[in-house]
């Protein structure tokens, strides 16, 4: 069974900081890895999709990447600012289909 | 209105209730998901549709009842539900289901209060 892993489980950090957010997940079988971002009592919003045949993918100040053999992910924040604090969501695709097992989130606060 | 939306937004419900939770999607999507959020835990697939057919029932119990009258509406019907059921419940949906190559997109949510 697919269990998904992140680390930290919160983060706090000044305005400004380049930060890094953690993935980990047991079965390397994915098709693909998805970033969500979650804000507090709200739906989830996708960040970044990887697809297992890539390495990376970027937009704006987000850049992600996977390690599939290793089973690792990291999301990559670059001057971080008080509007990026959200809860995020990393979660992988496995060979049932598109059926999504997300991890429990990083909870990140950046203050002004 | 565009992309996934949930109604009601916020609902509390006695154990002896009935309600539904609507969900629909206008971005021509042909899969269609529930997920439950619960305080602590990772969010948990409940069902998937594909073609308004169920394809995958993660093991929940009876007294939720998912619906899929067509690829654009899903419901999920609610009957004597328990305290522990209290949670944020999450619709999203996708192209279809293929293998994994799709994105998902999800709803704003319910917020479900049982008491």
């Known amino acids: 069974k697919q269990e998904v892993t992140q680390i930290p489980a919160a983060l706090s950090v000044p305005e400004g900081e380049n930060l890094v957010l953690n993935c980990s997940f047991t079965?390397?079988?994915?098709?693909?890895l998805q970033w969500f971002r979650q804000d507090p009592g709200k739906g989830l919003t996708s960040l970044l999709l990887?697809?297992?045949?890539?390495r990376e993918q970027t937009s704006g100040r987000l850049n992600a990447s996977l390690d599939k053999s290793s089973g690792r992910s990291t999301l990559y924040i670059a001057a971080s600012q008080p509007g990026d604090s959200a809860t995020y969501l990393c979660?992988?695709?496995?060979?049932?289909?598109?059926?999504?097992?997300f991890g429990g989130g990083t909870r990140l606060m950046v203050k002004p | 209105e565009t992309g996934v939306t949930q109604t009601p937004r916020h609902l509390v419900m006695g154990m002896t209730n009935k309600k539904s939770l609507k969900c629909e999607q206008h971005?021509?999507?042909?899969?269609m998901y529930w997920y439950k959020q619960s305080a602590k835990k990772p969010l948990e697939l409940m069902f998937v549709?594909?073609?308004?057919?169920?394809?995958e029932n993660n093991s929940v119990p009876s007294r939720f009842s998912p619906e899929c009258p067509n690829s654009s509406h899903l419901f999920l019907h609610l009957h004597t539900l328990q305290p522990e059921d209290s949670a944020l419940y999450l619709c999203?949906?996708?192209?279809?289901?293929?293998?994994?190559?799709?994105?998902?997109?999800f709803g704003p949510g319910t917020r479900l209060t049982v008491t």
């Open positions: 999203a949906s996708s192209r279809t289901l293929s293998e994994g190559s799709y994105e998902q997109y």
């Open positions: 079965d390397s079988a994915i098709y693909n």
């Open positions: 990887i697809q297992s045949s890539q």
């Open positions: 979660a992988v695709s496995g060979n049932a289909g598109n059926m999504l097992t």
């Open positions: 971005l021509g999507h042909n899969a």
């Open positions: 549709y594909n073609f308004k057919e169920q394809t």
